[in-house]
């Protein structure tokens, strides 16, 4: 069972930069689609980023394009999202998720992926 820990969330000011981690175990799989969803107060979970952990291309919604970087350290089963220039519309709760059979290069809808995290929580103030 793979298992998902989120972590760097926190508060910052428009403009400013945080990074999130995700912590990945329990792998059964050589290769997952990850991704990296958020739902603001009142919306649908949202798609943001995903990759691969075999690689490939990725996938950025095009709310995040050029502001936000999806990556991952293998060695570390890590998988990241640097969030830069953030807005007040970035404001939401913050999931990772991960399944084997997803096509990561067009994100995927969070109605296939089996397994997430707990959340963490971005808030980003004007």
């Known amino acids: 069972q793979v298992q998902l820990v989120e972590s760097g969330g926190g508060s910052v000011q428009a403009g400013g930069s945080l990074r999130l981690s995700c912590a990945a175990s329990g792998y059964t799989y050589s290769t997952y689609c990850m991704g990296w969803f958020r739902q603001a107060p009142v919306k649908e979970l949202e798609g943001v980023a995903a990759m691969n952990t075999g690689g490939g291309p990725t996938y950025y919604a095009d709310s995040v394009k050029g502001r936000f970087t999806i990556s991952q350290d293998n060695a570390k089963n890590t998988l990241y999202l640097q969030m830069n220039s953030l807005t007040p519309e970035d404001t939401a709760m913050y999931y990772c998720?991960?399944?084997?059979?997803?096509?990561?290069?067009?994100?995927?809808?969070?109605?296939?992926?089996?397994?997430w995290g707990q959340g963490t929580q971005v808030t980003v103030s004007s």
């Open positions: 998720a991960a399944d084997p059979w997803v096509s990561c290069w067009h994100g995927g809808s969070w109605r296939e992926y089996n397994f």
